[in-house]
């Protein structure tokens, strides 16, 4: 049997939007997985400690603000720095089409948006977290 | 209302009625329930309610227990006020869109602020990196306050600001600006959120913990009594409490419990209840259930009214009314078929008018993809103006009353909202419970619930689980210029430069002192304000005394 998945769920940002982080919280400890969840405004820097700390498989942030052109690229830039190129970083916000696609180019492995069901996410981190691992043993 | 025997023969008749209906073919929906979860019967009829007591539980508008109306006259005596929440970018932007909603025929202005001033920090913190602007307009110091009002008197217009852990220094500043202009502070008539508690429950806009928190609420509240007697000082709220994923009877009930809690506090403080509670009023959301959410806004007035009368003893009867402002609901919107926003919006702003609203916040269809735009916006606010000219809802008060759904719904509510009273009062009170979790906890279980509903497909969201299409979203999106933090920086760097420093550093060492005692903080953070001190040096020179707050994360 494969290893449980291990996912770190932070808010960063300044607002306390947290109903959503919190519905996925749950239906990832339902579908198995752990979690663990670190709490709002956590800056950058924080989250990408915990994650490493934690040794995660992804890490989900939730932005609300309108602040993800600025947040998910330094989330992003600080983890490759601490050496969590294997953990899958995504995310889910109020965020329009083209900025998603900006965001997946420059490596945010998913965005989900408004309306998404929580068992699409949990099947998507499944798969992408295998995948993630077949790379590594790969490479 | 009706007499025994016909009763009891009508529950005998009924028993046969729902015996035919139970062999019929009935639609495969697995269940029949509102939006907050619970079952509704196929029918409700004389037997579902108890109207013996009608005079003591419904009764007359503008008349105890208020079950009907605050006001005698209802609508057409005074029509609600569309009070269209905005505010973006930069107080300049946000003051040319308050002259386009005052021409288009708003009358009263609702002001939003970024994060990083309803969090009590400056444009120029590095917690405010990419908050600027973002979600409302950033204020930093009394410059912004008067640029966002420049050319609006003050005395002609009810001012809304949602803003909580600093309210004290916004309204402050406020006042000040309005001097400035000539404008006494006896003259000025508006409402501050000012409901810290829901922020611990819901929203987390948080600064200090809950005790200081309340301190600086009843502060204002006294200075608010003898200088802006016409204020609103708290709109205690159950918007956030139900956007984060309540039940229309958490939201009632956790709402009214903050508001006892800010009544006791206030007692506790040794003001009158007489003077202060006229001018606590209320928020609720307006969500897709229709007659749930018409019995909520019954059910509130009523427990209100008793709860001001016969345990705090206000004497005063307007003192017993609760008046609310409503917001349709934003958690019922979706990004999917944005246009459908549009008619959710209507259905809960009508449920809103019916509920008896003072005040209405009318959601624009794109709001699930961005800040609104200003076509959005405008058709948001004529969606108020055709219920009130053509529908002909305002015609005559509470027309839903005896409806005998509506009214075993009001009862049901307002069961509900006891009980949870009782289980707050076990619980060892609102600052307890906040504490530990326990309402934080509640609404996580609510918001799964709900999450899991739609995705079992019990609940049909259009769009979202049914009706589903492939579609390009065109409705023109607006787009905050990244460029108006540099400018808003910029603004704060001059500000701080042509002030009187001394000056500045002397309010804010007072302000500091005066936390430590017993003095009225809001007099103040006033004195810190009128010289141009910044919202963050304000909310750092109570910081030392009051401390920082810090939830524990839970799911």
Redesign the interface.
């Known amino acids: 049997m494969a290893d449980k998945i291990r996912v770190l769920l932070a808010k960063p940002?300044?607002?306390?939007?947290?109903?959503g982080?919190?519905?996925i919280?749950?239906?990832f400890?339902d579908a198995g997985f752990e979690?663990i969840?670190?709490?709002?405004r956590q800056t950058p820097d924080q989250i990408v400690t915990a994650a490493i700390q934690e040794d995660v498989d992804a890490v989900g942030v939730s932005i609300l603000?309108?602040?993800h052109?600025?947040?998910f690229p330094a989330i992003l830039k600080r983890l490759r720095e601490a050496g969590g190129d294997d953990i899958l970083l995504f995310g889910g916000g109020?965020i329009?089409?083209e900025e998603i696609a900006e965001l997946e180019k420059v490596g945010i492995a998913r965005i989900f948006?408004?309306?998404a069901?929580?068992?699409d996410i949990v099947d998507w981190l499944r798969e992408a977290v295998k995948n993630n691992k077949s790379d590594e043993k790969i490479m | 209302m009706f007499d025994k025997t016909f009763l009891e023969n009508l529950k005998e008749y009924r028993k046969k009625w729902d015996a035919d209906v139970a062999k019929m073919p009935q639609d495969a929906r697995p269940r029949y329930m509102t939006v907050s979860g619970d079952d509704v019967n196929i029918l409700y009829g004389p037997e579902s309610v108890n109207m013996d007591k009608y005079l003591d539980k419904i009764g007359f508008p503008g008349e105890f227990p208020y079950t009907r109306g605050v006001h005698k006259t209802m609508y057409r005596g005074k029509m609600w006020t569309m009070r269209q929440f905005s505010g973006m970018g930069t107080p300049k932007q946000t003051n040319e869109r308050y002259h386009y909603l005052l021409k288009e025929g708003t009358n009263g202005l609702s002001v939003a602020f970024d994060?990083?001033t309803?969090?009590g920090?400056d444009s120029d913190s590095d917690?405010?990196?990419?908050?600027v602007g973002?979600?409302g307009v950033a204020v930093d110091t009394l410059a912004d306050m008067e640029t966002i009002f420049d050319g609006i008197d003050t005395s002609k217009i009810s001012t809304s600001m949602t803003i909580n852990a600093p309210a004290s220094i916004l309204l402050a500043m406020y006042i000040a600006l309005s001097e400035n202009k000539g404008v006494s502070s006896h003259k000025l008539r508006g409402t501050l959120q000012n409901d810290i508690l829901k922020?611990y429950i819901?929203?987390?806009?948080w600064i200090y913990p809950p005790e200081p928190s309340i301190r600086l609420i009843t502060d204002m509240m006294a200075f608010c009594s003898e200088h802006v007697p016409m204020w609103n000082t708290i709109s205690i709220s159950g918007y956030h409490i139900r956007?984060?994923?309540a039940t229309a009877a958490q939201e009632l009930a956790f709402t009214l419990a903050d508001g006892f809690q800010y009544v006791e506090s206030a007692m506790a403080a040794g003001q009158d209840i007489d003077v202060f509670s006229k001018r606590l009023s209320f928020f609720f959301n307006a969500h897709q259930d229709f007659f749930e959410e018409i019995a909520k806004y019954r059910a509130a007035r009523r427990i209100w009214a008793k709860r001001m009368r016969y345990k705090y003893g206000a004497k005063q009867e307007r003192n017993w009314l609760l008046r609310f402002h409503t917001q349709t609901a934003g958690?019922s919107l979706?990004?999917?078929q944005p246009e459908n926003n549009l008619m959710r919006t209507a259905f809960e702003a009508l449920s809103g008018v019916l509920g008896g609203t003072q005040s209405l916040h009318t959601n624009s269809m794109d709001e699930?993809?961005?800040?609104p735009s200003e076509k959005a916006v405008l058709l948001a606010l004529r969606t108020q103006q055709i219920i009130m000219n053509e529908t002909g809802v305002t015609n005559t008060i509470d027309p839903l009353a005896g409806s005998y759904y509506v009214e075993y719904l009001t009862d049901k509510i307002e069961a509900e909202a006891e009980e949870y009273f009782d289980e707050i009062e076990r619980r060892g009170g609102v600052l307890k419970c906040i504490e530990e979790g326990y309402f934080q906890r509640e609404?996580?279980k609510s918001?799964?619930r709900y999450?899991k509903e739609?995705?079992r497909g019990e609940r049909i969201?259009v769009?979202?689980?049914g009706y589903v299409m492939d579609e390009d979203?065109d409705i023109p999106?607006l787009k905050?210029d990244?460029g108006i933090a540099e400018e808003q920086i910029s603004n704060l760097k001059k500000t701080k430069e042509t002030r009187d420093n001394d000056k500045a550093k002397r309010t804010l060492a007072e302000l500091t002192e005066c936390a430590r005692g017993t003095g009225n903080t809001m007099k103040a953070i006033l004195e810190c304000v009128r010289v141009y001190a910044t919202e963050e040096e304000i909310c750092d020179a109570m910081r030392p005394v009051f401390g920082e707050y810090n939830?524990?994360?839970?799911?």
């Open positions: 940002g300044l607002d306390g939007h947290d109903r982080i919190k519905v919280a749950a239906a400890r979690v969840y670190t709490g709002l603000s309108g602040a052109m600025t947040l109020i329009p089409d948006t408004p309306g069901a929580t068992t | 994060l990083p309803l969090m920090y917690r405010s990196l990419g908050e973002k979600c922020e819901a929203q987390k806009e956007e984060a994923g958690c979706t990004a999917q699930t993809l961005a800040l609404l996580a918001a799964y999450q739609i995705e969201i769009g979202v689980n979203i999106i905050i990244e939830e524990p994360p839970m799911f």
